[in-house]
Every structure is written in C-alpha cells, then in structure tokens.
C-alpha cells in the first residue's frame, strides 16, 4: 500500500483460517486500519494479491459484503435513532442474503441482550456514553450475522466489566457461531486472552506470527529466574530456565530464597520488536523471526495448528 510516494505496508503476508481469532498488533501509525480496510474492501491497495472468503475485496459484490461484519474505529452518525431502531433498519439490508445455515439478520432483541443495551435500547444514540456506543458498533457489525468478522480496536474506551463481557461475546461468536475473526487492539491481555493467532505488524510488514506462547518463545525467548542468596539478590536470564535452576539448586540447595521464574510475556515479546522497529532494525527484527521460525518452530506452529480449534 503506498500513500503518495510514502510505501505504508510492504510484504504484508499472512492467511486466517476459518473460525479463528486473530489479533493484529502494532504501535500507532503501523498500518493495522489500512491492512484491515484493504481487506473489508474499504480501500484501494496498490499492488498485491488480496482474497476474502475466496473474493477479491476490491471487485467484492453485495453477496460478498453481506458475509462480512466490519467495526471501525470509530463512527458517529445516527444521533437522534435509538440502538433498537437502528438495529432494526440496518438489519432489514440483511434479510435477502439469509441461508438455511446462517439466518440473517440477527434478532434485535437478542442482539441487544448480548452487546449489553438492554437498558438503553430505546434511549438516543446521543446519549449514550462512550462505551455504550462503542457496544452499539459492535452490534451493528454483527447484526447480519457475519462468517468473518473485522474489529478495528473494538474495546477502546470500555471499562473493565465492559471489556470483559465483550471478551464473552467475542468468545461466543467464535464458538457458538463460527465466525472468524479479525481485530486490532493496543491491549496486549485482550490479545494474549482473546488471540487463537497474534500477527505483529512493524515497518509495514508482519514482524512475527504465532500463538502468543510461540511469539515470547521466538522473539524474547528468555525466561527471567530472581532469587536470593545470603541476602544477597540475583537475577539472571538463561536460555533454559528450568535447568538453570536445577543446577542453582544443585550447588546451593538450601542457601535458595525467594525463587521467582517468569516466562517472558507478551508484552516483553511486542516491547523488543517495536524497540528494534524503533531504532530502525525492523527488517532485521523480521529477518531474525523468519530465520527462526523456518529452523525452530514451524513443527509447533503446525502441531497447536492441528491441536488448536
Ligand atoms: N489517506 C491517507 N493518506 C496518506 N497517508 C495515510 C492515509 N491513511 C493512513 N496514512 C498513513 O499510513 C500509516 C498507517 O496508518 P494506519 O491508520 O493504517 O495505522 P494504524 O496501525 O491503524 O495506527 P493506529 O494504531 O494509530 O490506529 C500512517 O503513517 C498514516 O499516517
């Protein structure tokens, strides 16, 4: 994707299989809303090959739009409708694209009930709060019951009680309702809780790709051992925590307090790689992740394949 003679994505390549959660991560500016959009047809990408439930998003019909949901960031209209009205006109669009399989659009009540405006159903868009509205877009995303469904930092804005509902939803729509699913979020929890798959997007390309488990593995693949000694405190970070200490024990036994091994979390793994983004070494950053993922850990990724949903 080139903006002007500015290239904002190159060599963005990846592939989501049907009924997973995917999670694009990257710091603001990266490309994640331009990624998204190219693939909900919403923009124009200058070069490469592009497939959505087996369509080109830019040649996509009506038939093709109707099997996919789209939460944007943000958006604003519609202020004087209720949630309940306006679910209920955007649905009526759905109704001659329902299937035996998938009958569309969702029942309004129902819907309401699971985004969580029961209370607010029948009050103005406008007065809704932010995170109020925020469960009105998904809503709205979903109401014509999609097979793929994108979420463009669905959560922002919600309060935690929110936030985990929304996680239950997300959850249910995965399991209950077959839907793949594609967001990007700034919050790396909700990544690490929701994600089947975490794709990193730096310098326009995808810097890493994997289960978060895979990705601390890969990138930060560390584990941090703390412990104390006479009084003393250490901290070390072996290659292979478990035996390190074993033979801690070994040769102290007794003389070991305070023992703590962290593994190295999400956030260690997304903090080193957008640091190398930051000081330029993103190419190397996805060079030493390709290299690696070639020799170390395709057999995981293909064994929590085969394992995962
Ligand atoms: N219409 C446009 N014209 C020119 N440049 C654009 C346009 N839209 C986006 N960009 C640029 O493309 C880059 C990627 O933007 P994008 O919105 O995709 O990032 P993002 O990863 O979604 O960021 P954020 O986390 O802040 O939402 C940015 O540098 C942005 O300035």
């Given amino acids: 994707m080139r903006y002007g003679t500015k290239d904002v ?21 990266a490309g994640k809303t331009t990624t998204i959009e190219i693939l909900e047809g919403f923009r124009t990408r200058s070069a490469g090959e592009v497939e959505v439930l087996g369509v080109d998003p830019a040649t996509g019909d009506e038939d093709w739009r109707a099997r996919t949901g789209v939460v944007l960031q943000s958006w604003r209209d519609h202020a004087r409708w209720t949630p309940r009205i306006l679910l209920r006109h955007l649905g009526q669009y759905y109704t001659p694209y329902s299937t035996p399989e998938r009958t569309r659009p969702y029942d309004v009540d129902e819907l309401i009930k699971m985004v969580g405006l029961g209370e607010q159903a029948d009050q103005k868009v406008l007065t809704l709060s932010g995170g109020q509205r925020r469960r009105l877009d998904v809503a709205i995303g979903i109401i014509g019951r999609p097979e793929l469904l994108f979420l463009d930092e669905p959560t922002a804005g919600f309060d935690p009680h929110a936030r985990r509902e929304f996680h239950e939803l997300v959850q249910r729509l995965s399991e209950l309702e077959e839907t793949t699913i594609l967001l990007t979020t700034h919050d790396l929890d909700e990544a690490e809780k929701l994600a089947d798959r975490i794709l990193i997007l730096a310098a326009g ?11 601390a593995r890969q ?53 080193t790689l957008v640091q190398q983004h930051e000081g330029g070494n993103a190419e190397e950053a996805a060079d030493t992740i390709e290299a690696r993922s070639s020799t170390e850990t395709h057999s995981n990724t293909d064994e929590a394949r085969e394992g995962g949903r």
């Fill in 9 to 29: 994505l190159r060599g963005v390549e990846f592939e989501i299989r049907p009924n997973e959660i995917v999670c694009l991560l990257g710091p603001n500016g």
């Fill in 219 to 271: 990138i930060a693949g560390k584990g941090q051992v703390r412990w104390s000694r006479g009084g003393e405190q250490f901290v070390d970070a072996p290659a292979d925590a478990t035996r390190f200490v074993r033979e801690l024990f070994a040769e102290y036994g007794e003389e070991i307090a305070d023992l703590e091994v962290r593994r190295a979390s999400l956030e260690d793994t997304y903090i």
């Fill in 205 to 215: 390309r995808i810097v890493a790709d994997g289960t978060a488990d895979e990705l």
